[in-house]
């Protein structure tokens, strides 16, 4: 008998681990955030460069942000020229421990901060995102 409640619960904490695992996998999994956008006509190369800064610089402000990379396309002829439409100017990317910090981060007021100056910048239906797990 002894033996039939142990493979009993066994099964049953198999049972429960399978259903606790997309939680667990949110809670575990690192998340990626990459956002792009282009710039509204007649925005300044150097408000271009300040939007930059204020990206590079929310690391050092939030804390859930563990990696970042910033970037301002090239403006190769192929990108500009693409068939499936122009490159996009800018991207940022960058990763946290998991969903929580990622929704963090999104509230976060230095990051609502940054957002204002984008939708000042951005030119209106360019952003393109996606958060994913890695």
């Keep these: 008998m002894a033996?039939?409640?142990?493979r009993n619960a066994g099964r049953f904490c198999a049972h429960i681990q399978l259903r606790r695992a997309p939680h667990n996998a949110r809670?575990?999994?690192s998340v990626k955030h990459v956002v792009m956008f282009g710039f509204r006509e007649g925005i300044t190369r150097e408000q271009i460069v300040d939007l930059k800064a204020d990206f590079d610089a929310m690391p050092s402000k939030i804390s859930e942000i563990l990696e970042h990379e910033?970037?301002?396309?090239?403006?190769l002829p192929s990108g500009q020229n693409h068939p499936a439409g122009k490159n996009?100017?800018?991207i940022w990317t960058c990763k946290f421990q998991?969903?929580?910090a990622y929704e963090a981060y999104a509230r976060h007021p230095d990051h609502l901060a940054v957002l204002a100056k984008v939708k000042d910048l951005a030119q209106p239906g360019t952003r393109a995102a996606i958060q994913y797990r890695k």
């Design 3 to 6: 033996t039939t409640l142990i």
């Design 27 to 29: 809670m575990m999994a």
């Design 70 to 75: 910033s970037g301002l396309d090239m403006e």
């Design 88 to 90: 996009r100017e800018f």
């Design 98 to 100: 998991n969903e929580v």
